[in-house]
Structure formats: C-alpha cells, structure tokens
C-alpha cells in the first residue's frame, strides 16, 4: 500500500509533468542542480554512497561509468563527482582529465580499492580534493564533500 506522504509526492511530481505537457514533450523541462555525481561501477557502493549523501540533504546522481556520466547531458548541472579510479572504459583519473580539458573545473573525490601514491599524487596535482581508500570512511567521505561545497562539517549520528 502507498503512504499517504508518497501518494502526495508522485501526485506533486505527475501533476507538475502533466501540467507542463508542452515542455515536456519537447524536452524543455529544467533538471534540478546535482550536487554530486557519483561515478562507480560497484553497484552495491554506489546506491550506498547515494543513500548515505541523500540522507546528508545532497541531492545526487548516480552513473555506472564515466561514460554514462559524461553522456548524460548533466555534467554542466554538478557541483562535486564522486568516482572510482578504476572504471571499465573510461578510468576516473581519464574523466578528471575530460572534464579539465572540456572547462569543468568541479571539485573530485577520487575512491579506490586499490590505493595507489603515484595516482594519489598525480589526481590531487590535477586538482582532486580528495583520494579515499576503499571500504570507504563514511566521515572523511562527508568532510571531503563539505570542504568542496562549502558546507559546515555534518556528523554521523
């Protein structure tokens, strides 16, 4: 049975669809501002890392790979990425470097289960704010994200 609180969102969500039908169907609807993507190909550590930001009031999107990141028409609309070092295609220090060379300068996390100094030293000289090593550490995942949105530090409960 649906919640009285979700029956109110998605008639807040279709109402707002269907009152803007026009728009709508000619892909003119603006999408809200990410505040971080998080790029990782570890579905289990990506939908918890989107649960964990999303219970922290960040609003997020969550991609596969650096190429559905890249593809998705919303780079320009993210605040802050979150990815894994090593990703099938497209490695997250080859998307830092794309996202450089095309002018978005967004503050990056990088998180690997393999750290590594020389990429620790190489991300972070191209302008990452943060290089964690897997299984993450939920405080200094939300200390590197408040430090790259401006935000007062948040504690875990």
């Keep these: 049975m649906i919640s009285a609180r979700l029956s109110a969102y998605l ?10 039908s026009a728009s709508w169907a000619k892909g003119s609807f603006d999408l809200p501002k990410i505040d971080v993507a998080i790029v990782e190909d570890d579905e289990s550590v990506r ?12 609003a997020t999107a ?7 990141f890249l593809n998705s028409g919303r780079v320009g609309d993210t605040d802050c990425v979150i990815t894994d070092v090593r990703l099938p295609g497209i490695s997250g220090i080859e998307l ?4 450089i060379l095309d002018g978005h300068r967004m503050p ?3 998180v690997s289960a393999f750290p590594d100094e020389a990429i620790r030293a190489r991300v972070l000289k191209d302008g990452a704010i943060g290089y964690l090593a897997k299984p993450l550490k939920e405080q ?18």
């Design 11 to 20: 008639s807040w969500i279709l109402g707002g669809l269907l009152s803007d």
């Design 108 to 110: 990056i996390v990088f």
């Design 96 to 99: 830092q470097s794309r996202l």
């Design 62 to 68: 969550a991609f596969a790979s650096a190429e559905d």
């Design 47 to 58: 939908e918890s890392t989107t649960h964990l930001l999303g219970l922290l009031g960040y």
């Design 140 to 157: 200094s995942l939300i200390a590197c994200l408040d430090h790259a949105l401006n935000r007062p530090s948040q504690q875990l409960a």
